[in-house]
C-alpha cells in the first residue's frame, strides 16, 4: 500500500529532483503515445526556479519519508494569459481561479495526481487545467476527479490544449417556513 502523500512549497534544493521528474515525465509520455507535448527543455529550468522564486511551485513526499520526492506541480493563483481565449466551448464560471501546470510524477508512485488536485481544490474554489489531447493518462486523472472539459486553448507555442475547469459545490441551503398559529 502506497503512504500517504504530503505537499509542501518547493525550494530551490528541490530543483535537481524536480528536472529528474520533468525528464521521467516525458520519457514517460512519448513511450505513450504523447511524444510532442514537453520538447526536451519543457519545462524550462529557468521556468521552474521563477516558479520556486515565486512560491509556485509545489513537491509531493511520502508521508514516511519527506526528503523523497515523488511529484511536482505548479499552482498559480491569479489570471492564466493563455485561457483569456477559449474556443469550441467556454469556462462554466467567470471569477477569480487558480491554475495547475506542470503536473509530473517520478512514475512509480500512486495517487500524485489526487493529491495534487485535493490541495489545489482545497485552496481555490474554482480551480482550471489543461493538457494535451495525447495524454492519455492525465486526461483520465482529470476527468476522473470530476474536472468538467470546457473547450481548447492555445499555449505560448500556439499549440492547442484541452481546457477543463472545477467548481467546489456550494453548500446546500435550507429554507425553513415557519407557521404561526393565528
Known amino acids: 500500500m502506497t503512504p500517504p502523500l504530503l505537499i509542501r512549497k518547493a525550494n530551490s534544493r528541490d530543483l535537481s529532483a524536480i528536472l529528474n521528474l520533468f ?25 521552474v526556479r521563477r516558479d520556486i522564486m515565486r512560491g509556485d511551485s509545489y513537491v509531493c513526499t511520502p ?6 520526492i515523488v511529484g511536482t506541480f505548479t499552482f498559480i493563483l491569479g ?8 474556443e ?3 469556462w462554466h464560471a467567470d471569477r477569480p481561479y487558480g491554475t495547475i501546470h506542470r503536473l509530473a510524477s517520478d512514475g512509480h508512485t500512486h495517487g500524485v495526481a489526487r493529491t495534487c488536485f485535493d490541495f489545489c481544490t482545497a485552496h481555490a474554489d474554482y480551480v482550471r487545467i489543461d493538457t494535451h489531447a495525447d495524454n492519455q493518462p492525465m486526461l483520465h486523472a482529470i476527468t476522473r476527479y470530476g474536472f468538467r472539459q470546457c473547450g481548447i486553448i492555445h499555449v505560448h ?10 467548481e467546489q459545490p456550494l453548500p446546500h441551503s435550507v429554507t425553513v417556513e415557519l407557521h404561526t398559529d393565528g
Open 63 to 68: 508521508a514516511n519519508d519527506g526528503r523523497k
Open 157 to 166: 507555442d500556439g499549440t492547442p490544449r484541452i481546457a477543463f475547469d472545477f
Open 23 to 47: 525528464e521521467a515525465a516525458r520519457r514517460f509520455m512519448a513511450a505513450n503515445g504523447n511524444p510532442t507535448q514537453w520538447n526536451d527543455q519543457h519545462p524550462h529550468p529557468d521556468i
Open 79 to 86: 489570471e492564466e494569459p493563455t485561457y483569456r481565449t477559449i
Open 88 to 90: 469550441q466551448g467556454q
